[in-house]
C-alpha cells in the first residue's frame, strides 16, 4: 500500500487492542454512538404466501446477500403487518446476524432502491445510520471481519445487536469520510468489475463445456461421419452405426441406505449424503457409521469410479442443490458408505464405458428429463429411479466411446486448468478489494488529495 498511496504526517495511538496507530486528528468510536442495530422480523409458516398476493412483503434473507450486494432470485414473501422500523431503508447495511454456517455470518450489503421498503428476517439485522455510505466500507474490511470473529465461539454462532454496537472503530472527520468513501466507491467499483469479467469468463467455460459434451456424446466427434434419424425427437440425427437404446437396458442401478440417527458415529467409515454431491464432485464428508456397516450392508459399499446421483433437492431453483445432482468416487472415498436419496448408476455390462456414462448424463437433454419428472414441494423435489432410467438415447460402439470419452478427458483438463487462472485471479483481486478498504478505513493511507477518474 505504502508503494502506491502516500500516508499520514503523523500518527497516534489508537487505543484499540488490536489496531496500532490512526492519523493523530481521528478518533475511535464505538457503533453505538453512530447508528442503531436492529433485528429482523419473526415470521412463521403460516405468514408465508406466493410473490403474487397483493399483500406479500419480501422477507430478505442471508441467500439474498451474494458478494456484498443485494440479489432478488431466492425470495420469501409473508403476509403480516411490518412495523415501520422494519421496513429497509435505502442506504441501510444488511447483515447476516445469525446462519447455520459460521462463514456467513457477518456478510453484509447495502439496501439499494430495488430493496428498499422490503423487510429482513429475524436472522439478519440491520445497521442503520447516517453514515453508512463509509459504514458499508467498514463493514467490509479486515476490522470488521476480526471484530465479528471474536464474538463467535463453539457455543455462540450468532452476532447480536449488543455485539454490533460495542464494534470499535477509527472514526475520521466528516469531509475526510466522504474523500475516503468516494476513493473506495470509485477504486472497488473498478475491481467489481474485474472480479465479473473473471466470473463471465468462468461461465462461458463451463457453456463451452457443457455444449462440448452435449455434442460429443450424441453426435460423435467425426463431423463428416454418414447420418440417419435417431426415431427420438430431442436427438434428431445421429451417427448411422449408432444404436438407440433406452437407458434403462444399459445401467444397473443401487440405491443409498436409509441409516437411522442412532446409528451415526463420532469415527469409523465415512457416509456419503445427497448433499455431498455438488458441481459433479462428491466432497470429503465428516459423518461416520460404525465399520462393521461394510460388512452389514455390502450395497452400500462405493468404490471408485462409482457414479453417484441424488435422487433429493433442497432447492431446484439453485443449480448446486437441484435434484439429480451426479458425481463420481474420488479414491480417498473408495470404501465408504451410501446414504439414503442417492443411487448408483453401473453399466450392466461390457459394452458401456463408465466415463461416456458419466458424461452423458451431464448432457443438458438427460438434465432436462430429470427436471421434467422430479416432483414435490416448493423447497424439495425428488426423483424415484424408474423415471431416471426411462430415457432414449443412442450409443455408439465401445470403441468409440472410449475415444470420446479420452477426448472429453483432456478437453475438461484444459477447462479446468483456465477456470482455476480464473478462480486464482478472482481470489486476488477481492484479497486487493478488502486490504483497499482495510488500509483507508484505518488511516495507513491517505486520500484527502484523491481526484477521480
Not at 475511535?28 to 433485528?39: P, R, V, W
Not at 450486494?69 to 425470495?75: A, F, G, M
Not at 455485539?163 to 469520510?177: G, H, M, R
Not at 448446486?320 to 442417492?342: M, R, Y
Request: hydrophobic share 35%.
Amino acid at each position: 500500500m505504502s508503494e502506491v498511496f502516500k500516508k499520514y504526517p503523523k500518527y497516534k495511538d489508537s487505543s484499540i487492542e488490536w489496531l496500532d496507530e490512526i492519523p493523530t486528528h481521528w478518533t475511535t468510536t464505538k457503533l453505538k454512538y453512530q447508528g442503531e442495530a436492529i433485528i429482523g422480523l419473526t415470521y412463521s409458516p403460516d405468514d408465508v404466501v406466493e410473490a403474487e398476493s397483493d399483500s406479500a412483503t419480501l422477507v430478505l434473507r442471508s441467500s439474498n446477500v451474494q458478494n456484498q450486494k443485494i440479489t432478488l432470485t431466492d425470495n420469501v414473501f409473508v403476509n403480516k403487518e411490518i412495523p415501520e422500523k422494519l421496513k429497509t431503508k435505502l442506504d441501510d447495511i444488511l447483515i447476516c446476524s445469525r446462519n447455520g454456517s459460521r462463514a456467513l455470518i457477518g456478510k453484509n450489503a447495502r439496501i439499494d432502491s430495488n430493496s428498499a421498503g422490503m423487510t429482513f428476517g429475524a436472522f439478519m439485522t440491520i445497521f442503520r445510520s447516517k453514515y453508512n455510505y463509509y459504514l458499508s466500507h467498514v463493514f467490509n474490511s479486515k476490522l470488521f471481519e476480526y471484530q465479528s470473529g471474536s464474538f463467535l465461539t463453539s457455543t455462540i454462532n450468532q452476532l447480536t445487536t449488543g455485539n454490533l454496537n460495542s464494534f470499535e472503530i477509527p472514526f475520521p472527520p466528516d469531509e475526510e469520510l466522504k474523500s475516503i468513501a468516494a476513493f473506495l466507491d470509485h477504486e472497488t467499483a473498478k475491481i467489481d468489475t474485474l472480479i465479473a469479467k473473471q466470473e463471465k469468463l468462468i461461465e462461458l467455460l463451463k457453456e463451452k463445456r457443457q455444449a462440448v459434451i452435449s455434442h460429443a456424446v450424441t453426435k460423435g466427434l467425426n463431423p463428416d461421419a454418414p447420418m440417419k434419424d435417431s426415431g427420438v425427437e430431442w436427438l434428431g440425427e445421429v451417427p448411422e452405426h449408432w444404436e438407440t437404446k433406452s437407458l434403462k437396458y444399459l445401467v444397473k442401478t443401487r440405491k443409498g441406505v436409509a441409516f437411522k440417527s442412532s446409528d451415526f458415529a463420532d469415527q469409523g467409515t465415512r457416509v456419503v449424503k445427497a448433499s455431498d454431491i455438488k458441481q459433479l464432485t462428491i466432497r470429503t464428508s465428516e459423518v461416520y457409521l460404525p465399520t462393521s456397516f461394510v460388512f452389514k450392508y455390502p450395497k452400500a459399499v462405493l468404490k471408485v469410479n462409482n457414479i453417484i446421483l441424488s435422487t433429493v433437492g433442497s432447492n431446484p431453483d439453485v443449480i448446486n442443490s437441484a435434484v439429480g445432482q451426479v458425481g463420481k468416487v474420488p479414491k480417498e472415498l473408495d470404501g465408504t458408505l451410501l446414504n439414503q436419496n442417492t443411487v448408483v448408476f453401473e453399466p450392466l455390462n461390457n459394452h458401456l464405458n463408465t466415463q461416456f456414462l458419466f458424461y452423458f448424463l451431464q448432457t443438458r437433454a438427460y438434465r432436462d428429463h430429470l427436471d421434467l419428472h422430479a416432483h414435490g414441494t416448493a423447497n424439495q423435489s425428488s426423483l424415484n429411479v424408474t423415471d431416471m432410467l426411462e430415457f432414449r438415447f443412442s450409443l455408439p460402439p465401445l470403441g468409440e466411446q472410449n475415444q470420446i470419452a479420452s477426448y472429453l478427458n483432456n478437453f475438461i483438463d484444459k477447462a479446468k486448468t483456465l477456470e482455476h487462472r480464473s478462480q486464482t485471479k478472482i481470489s486476488l483481486l477481492k484479497e486487493r478489494k478488502i486490504a483497499l478498504i482495510s488500509a483507508a478505513v484505518t488511516g495507513k493511507i491517505d486520500v484527502r488529495s484523491w481526484q477521480g477518474g
